[in-house]
């Protein structure tokens, strides 16, 4: 069974979205059988994609980000979403090694996505930076033993950002550094596609056979011909729906649901409906939609409209 992984697909209850048609998606949600599989989009990822995340108990991971304080929220958005550089990162790195003289050490993984290595055991534990980005109420940090290690870090990173040079014609500034520790994983929950198409910068902490996300249906049919794999035993996972839920920008998210209709659940749909696809699973956030070969034959399956909110 083909599976297309959709990350931020479903938007949330409060907002107010602009009219939209998905005549495709319609009908691919009506044939569908839904199973209730909650993830936070960190873990599916790591469901999907990243099994290589694991650290040392004295290494966590730095996030760069941008963060701009309201009244009653913060908005937050990583380092992949601001595009910060690797020179940027490198710059900001051997900064904060410098300011800490050596008692903790920056690195940069990639140039969103830093390690810090402390001297001890980590005794806190925060949220991985995919669960937080975008509007958050103000209250996420960590948890466990020693958080004030957690919050001094924080803090003075913070502090040092704001005066950087780096950031004086920036814009977003890189004002804060989210320190998170490494998700916990076994191999159990890890659903391996023998090829995976995505342009997930996440692609890097996975041990997955990975290819650059097809342009649309199509394309995908024509790469498993050529790397000789069984689209059955493929999966497709596409972020392009995170930027505009951690942004809260709904036009352009139903903008990006007109594209898809034309590029993936149009003909997704038709394959379904001929035959010529076994077996399609959308997954998202909230859980997965399973939809069987020529499921038009269930003919008296209510019709359903999607509203960008329920997957149930």
Same mark, same amino acid.
């Given at each position: ?76 958005? $990583?380092? &992949? +979403?601001?595009?910060?550089?690797? !020179? #940027? ?9 410098? @300011? ?11 140039p969103d996505l830093w390690t810090l290595t402390l001297p001890e055991k980590v005794q806190w534990s925060a949220p991985c930076v995919l669960d937080i980005c975008g509007q958050m109420d103000g209250s996420e940090q960590a948890s466990g033993a020693n958080t004030q290690e957690w919050l001094r870090l924080s803090a003075e990173i913070q502090m040092w950002l704001h005066s950087h040079r780096l950031n004086e014609n920036r814009q977003p500034p890189i004002n804060a550094v989210w320190l998170w520790n490494a998700p916990e994983h076994t191999s159990a929950d890890f659903q391996a596609a023998l090829l995976l198409g995505t342009d997930s910068v ?13 342009? $649309?249906? &199509? +394309?995908?049919?024509?790469?498993? !011909? #050529? ?9 497709? @996972? ?75």
């Open positions: 069974m083909f599976t297309l992984i959709i990350p931020a697909f479903l938007r949330a209850e409060h907002e107010t979205l602009p009219d939209f048609a998905t005549p495709a998606l319609n009908d691919l949600w009506r044939f569908a059988r839904f199973q209730a599989v909650p993830r936070t989009r960190s873990q599916l990822y790591q469901t999907f994609l990243c099994d290589q995340l694991g650290q040392p108990e004295n290494v966590v991971y730095a996030s760069p980000v941008w963060q701009q304080m309201g009244m009653n929220s913060v908005n937050m958005l $990583d380092g &992949a +979403a601001i595009t910060i550089t690797a !020179d #940027e990162a490198c710059i900001l790195c051997e900064g904060l090694n410098d @300011l800490y003289a050596g008692d903790v050490v920056f690195q940069a993984a990639r996440w692609a890097k902490n996975s041990s997955l056979q990975t290819e650059a996300a097809p342009y $649309d249906w &199509a +394309a995908w049919l024509r790469l498993c !011909d #050529e790397r000789k794999v069984e689209v059955a035993q493929s999966a497709v @996972l596409v972020d392009d729906f995170v930027a505009c839920r951690d942004t809260g920008d709904v036009w352009a998210y139903v903008d990006l649901l007109a594209d898809w209709e034309t590029r993936w659940f149009a003909p997704l749909r038709d394959a379904l409906f001929s035959g010529s696809l076994k077996g399609l699973r959308i997954v998202c956030e909230q859980g997965e939609c399973v939809i069987a070969a020529k499921p038009q034959w269930a003919f008296w399956r209510r019709k359903k409209i999607f509203d960008g909110k329920y997957w149930g």
